[in-house]
């Protein structure tokens, strides 16, 4: 896995730190042995999420720009998304940008407006889509 940015955080014994990183995915990893041998969300990555939407807030979400890649990708702080054509197009790469781009703060309405997307493309119904075709690294979060 290539990662992207990574954390130190302080293990909870207080004696060293482990590393949380982020893939281009946006799916986390952490070198302590919770994540490293049972791949389970530990609390590490559970900090560094909260941070994140912490720094979403204030910062706001990151600016998402349509560029020559074959799926999202999160860089240099920017979403980079595919080239596809507005909807209606690829319901499976268009559920997948929306997927990504919930993940990095935006809302619903703002993808909507963004995409051009009808009504029934709620933010429920993206998270059923990949629920039930199970591409792991878009599950709920
Ligand atoms: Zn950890």
Redesign the pocket.
């Known amino acids: 896995m290539k990662w992207i940015k990574k954390w130190k955080v302080q293990s909870s014994s207080g004696n060293g730190e ?1 590393t ?1 990183a982020i893939d281009v995915n946006g799916n986390y990893g ?3 042995p ?2 490293k041998f049972r791949r389970q969300e ?4 559970v900090k560094v999420k909260q941070s994140r939407a912490e720094e979403i807030k204030i910062m706001g979400r990151p600016e998402a720009i349509p560029a020559n890649v074959k799926k999202p990708i999160f860089k240099d702080g920017k979403i980079l998304y595919p080239l596809v054509p507005l909807y209606p197009s690829d319901t499976h790469m268009e559920a997948t940008i929306v997927a990504f781009m919930l993940r990095h703060g935006w809302s619903m309405s703002e993808i909507k407006e963004r995409r051009h997307l009808p009504n029934s493309w709620t933010k429920k119904a993206v998270l059923d889509y990949f629920d039930k075709y199970g591409m792991k690294e878009y599950k709920r979060v």
Do not use: R
């Not at 530990?42 to 990555?45: N, T, Y």
């Open positions: 482990y949380v952490c070198s302590c919770v994540w530990c609390h590490h990555i």
